[in-house]
């Protein structure tokens, strides 16, 4: 899993789509988007953002630890580790493979229209 699959976890979990995530942070919609899909790094500020707002900032770039620096007990209702409930787990990676399936299929119908008008 990339940092973009993990930072797009963050946000189906918190139920933000990726302009509302990207405002958040004080990105354009296509800067966040970059960075969901690996195609540009994190800034200081991004990263800085993140970590104040309790994401483990080591979590989202390596995959090891928990989601979130707090703990359970003492985190905010919208932050909980994800690797705490396994099956939380699963149902959020299952959420983004159905959405990344779902661009897929509308870049792929895009694409189509396209071609036809040419």
């Not at 500020?45 to 003492?74: C, Q, R, Y």
């Not at 909980?80 to 159905?98: G, I, N, Y």
């Amino acid at each position: 899993m990339t940092k973009g699959t993990r930072l797009e976890m963050i946000r189906v979990y918190l139920k933000l789509n990726q302009k509302q995530m990207s405002e958040k942070l004080g990105l354009q919609q296509s800067q966040y988007s970059k960075l969901e899909n690996d195609r540009s790094g994190f800034s200081d500020e991004t990263i800085s953002f993140l970590a104040d707002m309790g994401f483990n900032v080591h979590w989202l770039f390596t995959g090891n630890g928990e989601m979130f620096l707090t703990p359970k007990e003492s985190a905010p209702t919208d932050f909980v580790s994800l690797e705490a409930d396994p099956e939380l787990m699963k149902e959020m990676e299952e959420r983004v493979r159905r959405i990344r399936l779902d661009v897929s299929d509308i870049e792929d119908t895009l694409r189509k229209m396209l071609s036809r008008k040419k």
